[in-house]
């Protein structure tokens, strides 16, 4: 098990940066991959970006690639997604997710690829 819980969520104008954290519980945090999703009202859940548990890689799904950071602490047990240029269709709540194995060298990039899911937290962009 690898508890997980989101936070930085809020309301924020287009244009605007917001960084969300993911503190997880365990001493097993480092050895997982961790994930960002996000899902708008209506939508399925969208993976955002990942990156694996030694933060050598990441991944950035196309629609924030250039303005969305993923980035962890290991000493911490906590992964960030610092998220800039807002805009409203990054609107959702966004989950944090950890990996269904450890040391994978690749970054999973669906959500059948996590195992831990956090309770979420909301983005609001408004325009």
């Known amino acids: 098990q690898v508890p997980l819980v989101e936070s930085g969520g809020g309301l924020v104008q287009a244009g605007g940066s917001l960084r969300l954290s993911c503190a997880a519980s365990?001493?097993?945090?480092?050895?997982?991959?961790m994930g960002w999703f996000r899902q708008a009202p209506g939508k399925e859940r969208e993976f955002v970006a990942g990156?694996?548990?030694?933060?050598?890689?990441?991944a950035y799904a196309d629609s924030v690639k250039g303005r969305f950071t993923i980035s962890r602490d290991n000493a911490k047990n906590t992964v960030y997604l610092q998220m800039n240029t807002l805009k409203p269709e990054d609107t959702a709540v966004y989950y944090c997710?950890?990996?269904?194995?450890?040391?994978?060298?690749?970054?999973?990039?669906?959500?059948?690829?996590?195992?831990?899911w956090g309770q979420g937290t909301q983005v609001t962009v408004s325009s």
């Open positions: 990156i694996t548990w030694s933060g050598g890689s990441t």
């Open positions: 365990g001493r097993t945090f480092s050895s997982y991959a």
């Open positions: 997710a950890a990996g269904a194995w450890t040391y994978t060298v690749v970054v999973p990039v669906t959500g059948g690829e996590y195992a831990y």
